[in-house]
């Protein structure tokens, strides 16, 4: 029998390594890797934080759903960039979701821009009656035509929006000059200017040290917020205008969509609704309980007079919604569904 020589056992068996790690040998079998997804968010990862609230039962219920075949890693804190940014990333898929108020997304379809408008709703049960509806499909559909960017869910955000001054404001005659940061979008912007404020577009990363220095006079923002933040440490009076109940959106770029294979799809979507039912409940208890943590810290509230929120409503319809729906037709008949909604 012939010998095999050292050097030719060695290129046999490196052949046979080889082989195996291509696949050649149809016995081994190797494991799909994780779908893996960045989730950013601007908030703090706090349970007074309505972002992380989310996360922390869509995380649960994805588990429950598709076990470890879907790894969503979540980034709190603008730890990959401000909101603005994000969402241009979120578009391209350099980032694949993003949990956000809707606000941000009016940068890539206007039209969500009309859920910014002062009183446009009186409460989150008004606000999810319309946007789990019509209202919130043609907005979504608006968002994905424009941009690619799918929007997964309409859910609440810990309380509406209030104004929150270093100074005590009970009036608009007392509001009136008050340099009031806002969200960088014209809604927000034209809002307060017809209610006397000095609005003052800032990046919420940047909204406690501009408080703190006197770059702003105040903020607009929910008291879950404001808890979560510690803004209680640089305002300590709250005008409860309830101008804006914003509802709180989840969204995904194309690209990332496609990353999750179709066996998965529904285990995913499930794991969204899932949080999102469990956050409306949550969100009426947090609004309670913030206010009661902002008033222990310090926090003195003062209610809107009835007339006056009526008399600033009725001014907005007259002017900037109706001009807002002359420049995009799309939401005329969005208005009028969501004021025949209300009550």
């Not at 379809?109 to 009656?129: C, N, Q, R, T, V």
């Not at 923002?221 to 404001?226: I, L, M, P, W």
Request: contains cysteine; aromatic residues 10%; hydrophobic residues 45%.
């Amino acid at each position: 029998m012939a010998s095999i020589s050292r050097r030719k056992f060695l290129q046999i068996t490196s052949a046979a390594s080889v082989a195996a790690a291509a696949g050649s040998l149809p016995t081994l079998s190797r494991a799909a890797a994780p779908v893996a997804l960045r989730f950013s968010s601007s908030m703090v990862a706090d349970q007074n934080a309505s972002h992380y609230v989310w996360y922390q039962n869509f995380a649960a219920s994805l588990k429950a759903n598709v076990g470890d075949a879907i790894r969503v890693d979540f980034f709190p804190n603008n730890q990959l960039g401000n909101e603005s940014d994000v969402a241009q990333q979120v578009k391209i898929g350099s980032i694949d979701m993003m949990v956000t108020g809707a606000s941000i997304w009016a940068t890539l379809a206007p039209e969500i821009g009309m859920l910014d408008m002062g009183y446009l709703f009186d409460s989150f049960a008004h606000a999810e009656k319309v946007l789990d509806g019509h209202v919130g499909a043609a907005l979504s559909k608006s968002l994905q035509d424009r941009s690619g960017c799918q929007i997964l869910t309409w859910t609440s955000q810990f309380g509406a929006r209030n104004v929150f001054t270093k100074k005590p404001v009970q009036s608009l005659a007392q509001f009136k000059g008050t340099k009031l940061r806002v969200l960088p979008t014209p809604a927000f912007i034209e809002t307060f200017k017809a209610m006397g404020a000095v609005p003052t577009p800032i990046p919420f990363g940047e909204l406690y040290m501009a408080a703190q220095t006197g770059v702003v006079d105040g903020l607009e923002h929910d008291s879950a917020t404001v808890l979560s933040g510690k803004f209680y440490e640089v305002v300590k009076s709250c005008w409860k205008t309830q101008h804006n109940f914003s509802p709180l959106v989840v969204v995904i770029g194309k690209r990332s969509m496609d990353k999750i294979p179709a066996e998965l799809r529904p285990g995913f979507m499930k794991a969204i609704q899932d949080a999102s039912l469990k956050q409306r409940p949550i969100a009426d208890d947090k609004v309670i309980q913030a206010e009661q943590a902002l008033k222990a810290r310090g926090m003195t509230f003062y209610p809107m007079a009835s007339a006056e929120r009526d008399a600033v409503r009725h001014q907005l319809q007259s002017t900037i919604y109706q001009n807002f729906a002359k420049q995009y037709p799309a939401t005329a008949p969005l208005f009028s569904e969501i004021a025949a909604a209300r009550g």
